[in-house]
């Protein structure tokens, strides 16, 4: 461990009003603890529910802490966590989801016998805490890979690689790259994810991937991720917008050109049950910068999407694609 820094890890949690979701994590938590290269800092955004009551009531120790903040959002809050930590990575969860206590130490001792900046792992959607099980023996490490910068960006715009995308909690990384890149989560924004992880893995040329399921999102319907919203997509926007615009960039034009893209149309997706008027702003928006990339770069799939955007017809295609689905479903069933 470096000399500069009191542990290993420091595991951030973001909380605010999940007051009974929390105690499942907290079950792992207490697992986790044990380890006395971990630190656990656990960030009560300014909770409204009994969740502060919950976090009061737990036993605190010098690596494991409750911190009652000021509401400021998820950004706010994970920006506090950079400047409290006293770990050599971070690892920013959020408090309504799970993580496997067992698979901790030996991700450590990766990191620590191999130097690694970047470390991301995979995830797995649940909805019922029961419905997971837990095994140390299931959490030794026998895949380890390592792809560059742009090979991560280039797997992440594969849209069958489910294993790759913008989450800030599927990985760790050592808290010298935020700090030395003045990286930090942009503030009272959605979709924060979008806007940083690209500038970590820019920053450390190398990103070192494991096959082992270290993270588990808890499917909520009022996550950010399932809510539709008019800010939401606003924000989705801007931080393609700040991409399109950030210099010094390690990452190949083409995979940028694909980046770009993909969310672009994850954007116009969720604006299909927006208002009227405000679709169509967004649909002028996208459409124009869509149009704007090199259609000779763009994967198959994105070829075809962007054909769709250039004639106007892609709000008929999902439609349709929509009706046959329904069709399926219903002849399934007979």
Known sequence: ????????????????????????????????????????????????DNTPIVLDQLRQSDNFQV?????SGLSGVRNHGIILSRGEYLWFVDGDDLIDPYLVKNEINLITENKIDFLQFRYERFDQPQDIQFDPANANVEHV??????????????????????????????????????ITFP?????????????LVNAVGQITVIDNVGYFYRNRSGSITNTHSQKNIDDMLRAVDEFQKKENLSFSDENKQNFVHKNLVGAYYMAIKLPKLEKKRIKEY???HILANDLHVLRNKYKF??????????DL????????KKMIGRGSDD
């Open 1 to 48: 461990m470096s000399e500069n820094y009191k542990f290993k890890l420091s595991i951030i949690v973001a909380i605010y009003n999940i007051e009974h979701e929390i105690k499942d994590l907290l079950k792992q938590l207490e697992e986790v603890r044990k380890l006395p290269e971990v630190e656990i800092l656990l960030l009560d955004d300014g909770s409204k």
């Open 67 to 71: 911190l009652h903040l000021e509401n």
């Open 145 to 182: 890979e390592r792809v560059s910068s742009d090979e991560w960006l280039e797997r992440l715009n594969d849209f069958r690689n489910m294993q790759y995308e913008n989450y800030a909690w599927d990985h760790i990384v050592k808290k010298s790259v935020y700090v030395d890149n003045q």
């Open 187 to 199: 503030l009272n924004r959605n979709y924060e994810d979008i806007a940083t992880t690209y500038q």
């Open 286 to 288: 996208v459409t124009q």
């Open 305 to 314: 999407e962007y054909l769709l955007f250039k004639f106007n017809i892609y």
């Open 317 to 324: 295609y999902s439609k349709c694609v929509k009706f046959a």
